[in-house]
Antibody, heavy 123, light 110 residues
């Protein structure tokens, strides 16, 4: 059974940093691209970032480009999101999502999602 | 303002059929595949349709997807109360070089 468990969320002041983690199990992690998708309270879904199986291809939403960094450790079956210079508008539930493909490209499709970790940005 | 446009809400009676539209442009739906996700209240999203009209294993065939030009649609037949959820379309956008979602449509089964 595919399982994605996010962690690392919490309350952080504007301008500070936070690192999210996603522990994957139940599938061969290094066979698939992975993504972060967020959802602000009461709002819709927003894709944040994606990474190919070998970290060779990476992409970011314009809203986080230059502030967030996605990475993965295939030996640890883990996905990460380093979030710097956090803003109030970054406050959201952050989901880790598995792709159906190994590639990060225009066909990216999220077939499994974690339950999310909540990031609250407030002074 | 979402890149992909969906109606905020739709409603229909049980056992009836409803469609949810998703409007985009040549840089997204017009040139790339569309996925649909279902999000039940308080739950993580679930993949419902991928590559415009394919059903993942385990998804009921009451759900179907279609695409024409720069618009896509999700149809749900034989509506049931458990279909009450938020539905999102998604596609790659060539101009933004990333994945974009519609704003979501809340389905109410009357």
């Amino acid at each position: 059974e595919v399982q994605l468990v996010e962690s690392g969320g919490g309350l952080v002041q504007p301008g500070r940093s936070l690192r999210l983690s996603c522990a994957a199990s139940g599938f061969t992690f290094d066979d698939y691209a992975m993504h972060w998708v967020r959802q602000a309270p009461g709002k819709g879904l927003e894709w944040v970032s994606g990474i190919s199986w070998n970290s060779g291809s990476i992409g970011y939403a314009d809203s986080v480009k230059g502030r967030f960094t996605i990475s993965r450790d295939n030996a640890k079956n883990s996905l990460y999101l380093q979030m710097n210079s956090l803003r109030a508008e970054d406050m959201a539930l952050y989901y880790c999502a598995k792709d159906i493909s190994s590639l990060f490209d225009s066909s990216s499709t999220f077939d499994y999602w974690g339950q999310g970790t909540l990031v609250t940005v407030s002074s | 303002q979402s890149v992909l446009t969906q109606p905020p809400s739709v409603s229909e009676a049980p056992r009836q059929r409803v469609t949810i539209s998703c409007s985009g442009s040549s840089s997204n739906i017009g040139n790339n595949a569309v996925n649909w996700y279902q999000q039940l209240p308080g739950k993580a999203p679930k993949l419902l349709i991928y590559y415009d009209d394919l059903l993942p294993s385990g998804v009921s065939d009451r759900f179907s997807g279609s695409k024409s030009g720069t618009s896509a649609s999700l149809a749900i037949s034989g509506l049931q109360s458990e279909d009450e959820a938020d539905y999102y379309c998604a596609a790659w956008d060539d101009s933004l070089n990333g994945r974009v979602f519609g704003g979501g449509t809340k389905l109410t089964v009357l």
